[in-house]
């Protein structure tokens, strides 16, 4: 080999290592960044709609959280204001006052029909049209003096007024026509609604983005925690607010509780709480909360409101039928017995 031709096998041999050094460098480099990576980072905005505290949660990596935490916000706000049936502006007392058929948009047809989906799934236990009743119980009031044990003449007469029959809804004309006087309330399922047109919005805006949203208690998975793990969500003991007695693992779907610690007042011993059986106008007995896992929160909502109702009547009934609907249930009884759906199981275990 001549002087010159080793040189070049030299400096060929040096490119080589040369490239080899820096390739592993750079690669080592990406291997310890992709390990110190930060998770993204969660912006929490707490505000006061929908009657009740919400929180919402969020990360994304697409748009300012905080910017997408307040669209968020925004939403809530909005069909608050739309179905607020003490607002005589709201599009929900307009419906109310009206004796006639009303002309509906698209979004309150909707609303009104899966609400009336979910009475006569649960042969009215969940009923959207209490109106009369829970404004005779002074429930529908955020001031505490106003609640007040009405006479059991004028429950009877309130009863009169309500009853989900009494929603006719056209659906070829879009309209809606209420019958005897009965005044519609969504208290039991405006909260989920709302949750839910979060979720979308959220989604359409960022379908990366994670976290999730509260109103009250009842809470809108976004996406999973870190992009990868599930929340783990405590229900309340209703007894301590300080105690829970389980715990859900949730990184999608839905969960809503009902309680009678939510709105009460207490006379002579005896606690009247805001979730009336609609048989006979008294809050109803036997459940202390009930809890309900779904896919949607408009489902959690409307199912917990109908399994509070239920449970004290026939539990068995609730915790092994309701998930054919969609809707796995922990009750706890007044006696704090603890019955669940089998298939809420699946929510129970750390994924
Ligand atoms: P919370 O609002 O505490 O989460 P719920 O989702 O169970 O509890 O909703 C309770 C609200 O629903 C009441 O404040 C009232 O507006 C309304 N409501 C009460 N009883 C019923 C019922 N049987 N069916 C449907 N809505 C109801
Ligand atoms: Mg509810």
């Not at 400096?11 to 998770?39: C, D, H, I, Y």
């Not at 300080?242 to 207490?266: K, P």
């Not at 026939?314 to 092994?320: A, P, S």
């Amino acid at each position: 080999m001549r002087a010159r031709d080793r040189e070049i096998l030299l400096k060929l041999n040096k490119e080589v290592l040369w490239l080899f050094v820096t390739g592993s460098v750079v690669v080592a480099t990406l291997v310890v960044l992709f390990l110190l990576r930060t998770p993204p980072s969660y912006y929490e905005y707490n505000g006061f709609t929908l009657g009740t505290y919400c929180r919402i949660y969020v990360s994304s990596e697409k748009i300012n959280s905080k910017s997408l935490a307040e669209m968020l916000f925004t939403e809530l706000d909005r069909i608050y204001k739309k179905y607020n049936a003490n607002d005589p502006e709201s599009v929900l007392s307009k419906i109310n006052v009206s004796q006639d058929w009303v002309d509906l948009d698209e979004e309150t047809f909707v609303l009104l029909d899966a609400a009336l989906k979910f009475s006569n799934m649960t042969e009215g236990a969940f009923d959207p049209t209490l109106g009369n009743l829970i404004h005779l119980w002074g429930f529908d009031r955020l001031d505490e003096q106003d609640v007040r044990v009405p006479d059991s003449s004028e429950i009877e007469v309130a009863l009169l007024h309500t009853g989900y029959k009494n929603i006719l809804l056209d659906r070829q004309k879009r309209r809606a026509k209420l019958l005897n006087g009965i005044h519609i309330d969504l208290g039991g399922i405006a909260k989920g609604y709302a949750l839910d047109r979060v979720y979308q919005i959220a989604k359409e805006v960022d379908p990366d983005c994670t976290g999730f949203v509260e109103a009250g208690g009842d809470i809108r998975i976004i996406g999973p925690k870190f992009g990868s793990r599930p929340w783990v969500i405590g229900i309340r003991d209703p007894d301590d607010t300080n105690e829970c007695v389980g715990y859900l693992y949730l990184d999608s779907g839905a969960v809503a509780t009902s309680g009678d610690y939510e709105r009460y007042f207490t006379v002579n011993g005896i606690r009247y709480h805001h979730i009336l059986d609609p048989q006979i106008g008294y809050p109803a007995r036997g459940i202390k909360s009930a809890t309900v896992v779904a896919s949607t929160a408009v489902t959690a909502d409307a199912l917990s409101t109908a399994a509070f109702v239920l449970g004290g009547k026939n539990w068995e009934y609730v915790v092994l039928d309701f998930p054919k609907s969609g809707g796995h249930v922990l009750l706890v009884d007044k006696d704090r017995n603890i019955r669940k759906s089998p298939s809420l199981s699946v929510y129970e275990a750390d994924r």
